[in-house]
């Protein structure tokens, strides 16, 4: 069956599209498209061409799977100036995402419609591109010029009631989007309205506009190539003839499609998406229905946590065990509201709308109704057993019971409940409310359906979810605790803080390794090891860390930790008590201090992560190498240009890389250098 097709309605052609699930535009629908459009513009009989498509959403874009591939005529480029150029006006007519190349059909069209509830934009940077059907040359003469470098370079979607507004489409369907575009085309005719090509308009940006849009830009798109590429493009749009514009479009284009950057931000999108996929469940498994959910704990993690679900209008009940606890968990929680309130992020219905779904209690048999429980309180085992006993009393039949803990043994917590096929882990990361990545974590007991319907619920709460085993640290603390241990050895071994930060900086981390700790609190890290059975981390790593949380200087939250914060500037200076401590710590372990190059800091901190990485897929902790790149990259923002660590590994080569680390084992010992042994095969196929 054609996955284009035309269906005539008196005088009117409607081409409708058929390619699920999201109509990307692959070679079959362009043949299609093409076809349907010529025959349709030949017949005298039709008067309009209305391009529409069916299933969820209108053109979600190029089909991202041929990219890599011989392309395959005709382009998406030839079937848009087709369109364009016929003498019967189409009329395109937008449900769902219209994204992308689907988007930039949209554009060739002479008019747009649009259902109230669908969203249109030009997304390609996320996958380390730039528009490439001339999305660059018409969204800036539709809209203008700085508008559409937002949408390009920001590739965020906008909303019917935007689009309309800026004029990127000229109707919107309050109702049914067929029968309105029919009357919409009826109305054109009527009017004998003029095809209305947007190559024939002219634009030109105001004095200095683009050169202020890149410096906007900078700071967040630092190390990307292709938010700076579409402004080039844009800017060819400003100041160039159409056809001459469109060429700087193709050749910045043509550059990014094969570059390492682009190739690994389509692997993380792919990878994201395979992350929801757990060999063995099948994806039809009947969920289980969550109405209700209760969080237990009030504390930061609690709150945020609560927030997630709160933002979806699921009733949730909070319990702390007093009611001064259960006062300040309802200030924290409005105060995140709040923030976004003032922020213009939402209103204060909406923010209302949310607490009325919170209800407070310090009785454990008032969740006895909820379908999802999920415990966040102190990081000690004991405690969470003795949570988890009672809500073993008071928790209905089938209800999930999860943890929210970072790194204990959830086999254990389990263990502890007479129904540990319910219990999993759902590890969120601080703040948990904006943080996107959730670990789902599987006991050897964890029922499948179980964790099918924490994958359903992650989707839903807007979670990019990998479901992990149980190990210490799961996945991402247990390599962010390799990466963190080779961070502090380099300080004892006579690299500067910042030394260290500035090189993983420039490799493209948010921040780097003592500026993530200054942030979040030096003793979070402190307090887990404490749990840690000695000898399962390089305990000298980390003294540096003990003796400045000894002292009181926990990082930003006292003011100075491995840094010294300014609160007035927000600026922040080097403690000079760490290289005290250094130097003592390292005198006193025998450690020689030397000058460390940029080269090695950087690869004994991403190489650490690497074959830890190596080692989690080698264990079975993660179903798949591409989960630990996810991870890594929501986590703790690996520069998505990059791919993930695993991904990276892959793009230096496993040959290379295995060298290096058999460099550090020969070193610094075997005992945290030993190569994965996933790692040595790979990288024998390679
Ligand atoms: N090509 C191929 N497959 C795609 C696809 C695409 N463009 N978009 C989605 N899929 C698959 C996806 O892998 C998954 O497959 C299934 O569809 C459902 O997706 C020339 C060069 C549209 C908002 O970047 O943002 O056009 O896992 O799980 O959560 O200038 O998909 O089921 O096997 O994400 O409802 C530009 C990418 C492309 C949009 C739907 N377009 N897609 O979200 O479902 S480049 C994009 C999305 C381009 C032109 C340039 C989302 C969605 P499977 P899903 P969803």
């Given at each position: 069956?054609?996955?284009v097709?035309?269906?005539?309605?008196?005088?009117?052609?409607?081409?409708?599209?058929?390619?699920?699930?999201?109509?990307?535009?692959?070679?079959?629908?362009?043949?299609?498209?093409?076809?349907?459009?010529?025959?349709?513009?030949?017949?005298?009989?039709?008067?309009?061409?209305?391009?529409?498509?069916?299933?969820?959403?209108?053109?979600?874009?190029?089909?991202?799977?041929?990219?890599?591939?011989?392309?395959?005529?005709?382009?998406?480029?030839?079937?848009?100036?087709?369109?364009?150029?016929?003498?019967?006006?189409?009329?395109?007519?937008?449900?769902?995402t219209?994204l992308?190349?689907g988007?930039?059909?949209?554009?060739?069209?002479?008019?747009?419609?649009?259902?109230?509830?669908?969203?249109?934009?030009?997304?390609?940077?996320?996958?380390g591109?730039i528009?490439?059907?001339?999305g660059?040359?018409?969204?800036?003469?539709?809209?203008?010029?700085?508008?559409?470098?937002?949408?390009?370079?920001?590739?965020?979607?906008?909303?019917?009631?935007?689009?309309?507004?800026?004029?990127?489409?000229?109707?919107?369907?309050?109702?049914?989007?067929?029968?309105?575009?029919?009357?919409?085309?009826?109305?054109?005719?009527?009017?004998?309205?003029?095809?209305?090509?947007?190559?024939?308009?002219?634009?030109?940006?105001a004095?200095?506009?683009?050169?202020?849009?890149?410096?906007?830009?900078?700071?967040?798109?630092?190390?990307?190539?292709?938010?700076?590429?579409?402004?080039?493009?844009?800017?060819?749009?400003?100041?160039?003839?159409?056809?001459?514009?469109?060429?700087?479009?193709?050749?910045?284009?043509?550059?990014?499609?094969?570059?390492?950057?682009?190739?690994?931000?389509?692997?993380?999108?792919?990878?994201e998406?395979?992350?929801?996929?757990?060999?063995?469940?099948?994806?039809?498994?009947?969920?289980?229905?969550?109405?209700?959910?209760?969080?237990?704990?009030?504390?930061?993690?609690?709150?945020?946590?609560?927030?997630?679900?709160?933002?979806?209008?699921?009733?949730?009940?909070?319990?702390?065990?007093?009611?001064?606890?259960?006062?300040t968990?309802?200030?924290?929680?409005?105060?995140?509201?709040?923030?976004?309130?003032?922020?213009?992020?939402?209103?204060?219905?909406?923010?209302?709308?949310?607490?009325?779904?919170?209800?407070?209690?310090?009785?454990?048999?008032?969740?006895?109704?909820?379908?999802?429980?999920?415990?966040?309180?102190?990081?000690?085992?004991?405690?969470?057993k003795?949570?988890?006993?009672?809500?073993?009393?008071?928790?209905?039949?089938?209800?999930?019971?999860?943890?929210?803990?970072?790194?204990?043994?959830?086999?254990?917590?389990?263990?502890?409940?007479?129904?540990?096929?319910?219990?999993?882990?759902?590890?969120?990361?601080?703040?948990?409310?904006?943080?996107?990545?959730?670990?789902?974590?599987?006991?050897?007991?964890s029922?499948d359906?179980?964790?099918?319907?924490?994958?359903?619920?992650?989707?839903?709460?807007?979670?990019?979810s990998?479901?992990?085993?149980?190990?210490?640290?799961?996945?991402?603390?247990?390599?962010?605790?390799?990466?963190?241990?080779?961070?502090?050895?380099?300080?004892?071994?006579?690299?500067?803080?910042?030394?260290?930060?500035?090189?993983?900086?420039?490799?493209?981390?948010?921040?780097?390794?003592?500026?993530?700790?200054d942030?979040?609190?030096?003793?979070?890290?402190?307090?887990?090891?404490?749990?840690?059975?000695?000898?399962?981390?390089?305990?000298?790593?980390f003294?540096?860390?003990?003796?400045?949380?000894?002292?009181?200087?926990?990082?930003?939250?006292?003011?100075?930790?491995?840094?010294?914060h300014?609160?007035?500037?927000?600026?922040?200076?080097?403690?000079?008590?760490?290289?005290?401590?250094?130097?003592?710590?390292a005198?006193?372990?025998?450690?020689?201090?030397?000058?460390?190059?940029?080269?090695?800091?950087?690869?004994?901190?991403?190489?650490?992560?690497?074959?830890?990485?190596?080692?989690?897929?080698?264990?079975?902790?993660?179903?798949?190498?591409?989960?630990?790149?996810?991870?890594f990259?929501?986590?703790?923002?690996?520069?998505?240009?990059?791919?993930?660590?695993?991904?990276?590994?892959?793009?230096?080569?496993?040959?290379?890389?295995?060298?290096r680390?058999?460099?550090?084992?020969?070193?610094?010992?075997?005992?945290?250098?030993t190569?994965?042994?996933?790692?040595?095969?790979?990288?024998?196929?390679?």
């Amino acid at each position: 069956m054609s996955v284009v097709s035309t269906k005539t309605v008196g005088n009117i052609a409607i081409i409708v599209i058929d390619n699920p699930p999201v109509n990307a535009l692959s070679h079959a629908v362009r043949s299609g498209v093409s076809e349907q459009i010529a025959i349709n513009d030949e017949n005298d009989n039709v008067d309009a061409i209305i391009l529409s498509c069916a299933g969820r959403t209108f053109c979600a874009g190029a089909d991202i799977t041929e990219f890599g591939k011989p392309p395959m005529s005709p382009s998406l480029p030839d079937i848009i100036d087709e369109i364009e150029m016929v003498n019967t006006p189409v009329i395109a007519a937008l449900h769902g995402t219209a994204l992308g190349g689907g988007f930039e059909l949209a554009l060739s069209c002479h008019y747009r419609i649009m259902d109230t509830a669908a969203k249109v934009g030009l997304p390609e940077v996320n996958l380390g591109l730039i528009p490439g059907a001339s999305g660059t040359q018409r969204l800036p003469r539709l809209v203008g010029v700085e508008v559409a470098l937002d949408m390009i370079c920001s590739g965020k979607p906008i909303s019917a009631e935007k689009a309309l507004k800026i004029g990127a489409v000229d109707r919107l369907s309050l109702d049914d989007l067929e029968t309105e575009t029919l009357a919409f085309a009826q109305e054109l005719l009527a009017d004998k309205s003029p095809l209305k090509r947007i190559r024939d308009i002219t634009i030109e940006a105001a004095p200095g506009a683009i050169e202020k849009y890149r410096q906007k830009i900078a700071r967040k798109s630092r190390g990307f190539l292709a938010p700076f590429a579409a402004i080039r493009a844009v800017e060819a749009a400003a100041t160039l003839p159409y056809d001459e514009g469109l060429k700087v479009e193709r050749q910045e284009f043509m550059t990014l499609i094969s570059s390492s950057h682009s190739i690994a931000q389509r692997h993380l999108f792919f990878a994201e998406r395979l992350a929801g996929k757990v060999p063995g469940i099948d994806k039809k498994t009947p969920l289980r229905d969550i109405k209700e959910v209760a969080v237990i704990g009030g504390g930061i993690m609690g709150c945020g946590i609560a927030v997630n679900f709160l933002n979806k209008n699921l009733p949730l009940t909070l319990l702390e065990v007093t009611e001064e606890a259960l006062e300040t968990a309802r200030s924290k929680i409005e105060g995140i509201y709040l923030s976004s309130v003032n922020k213009g992020r939402m209103t204060d219905d909406q923010m209302q709308k949310c607490m009325d779904q919170l209800t407070f209690t310090t009785q454990y048999d008032d969740l006895s109704t909820a379908d999802l429980i999920i415990e966040a309180v102190f990081e000690d085992i004991d405690v969470k057993k003795q949570v988890f006993t009672k809500l073993d009393q008071v928790a209905k039949q089938g209800a999930i019971l999860a943890t929210n803990t970072s790194f204990l043994d959830i086999n254990d917590i389990a263990a502890s409940t007479s129904r540990p096929r319910d219990v999993i882990g759902l590890h969120f990361f601080s703040p948990a409310h904006i943080m996107p990545l959730l670990e789902i974590v599987r006991t050897k007991n964890s029922a499948d359906d179980a964790i099918a319907t924490a994958l359903k619920i992650g989707k839903i709460i807007g979670k990019t979810s990998v479901v992990s085993g149980v190990c210490y640290g799961f996945i991402a603390n247990r390599m962010s605790s390799c990466y963190g241990r080779e961070a502090g050895l380099l300080l004892l071994e006579g690299a500067s803080v910042s030394e260290i930060d500035q090189t993983l900086f420039d490799f493209g981390m948010p921040m780097g390794m003592f500026s993530m700790l200054d942030m979040a609190g030096i003793d979070i890290g402190v307090m887990a090891r404490k749990n840690m059975m000695v000898g399962s981390y390089d305990d000298k790593a980390f003294l540096v860390h003990d003796a400045l949380v000894a002292s009181g200087k926990k990082g930003q939250k006292t003011g100075s930790g491995f840094y010294i914060h300014d609160p007035a500037t927000k600026s922040k200076t080097e403690n000079p008590e760490v290289e005290e401590l250094a130097v003592k710590i390292a005198e006193e372990h025998g450690i020689k201090r030397r000058e460390i190059n940029a080269q090695e800091i950087e690869d004994r901190c991403i190489y650490a992560l690497i074959n830890e990485g190596f080692k989690i897929v080698e264990e079975g902790i993660a179903l798949r190498a591409s989960d630990v790149d996810v991870v890594f990259a929501h986590g703790f923002g690996f520069p998505r240009y990059r791919g993930g660590p695993l991904h990276y590994a892959e793009q230096v080569g496993l040959e290379k890389v295995l060298k290096r680390i058999n460099e550090f084992a020969d070193l610094y010992g075997s005992k945290w250098w030993t190569p994965s042994k996933l790692l040595v095969e790979n990288s024998r196929k390679n």
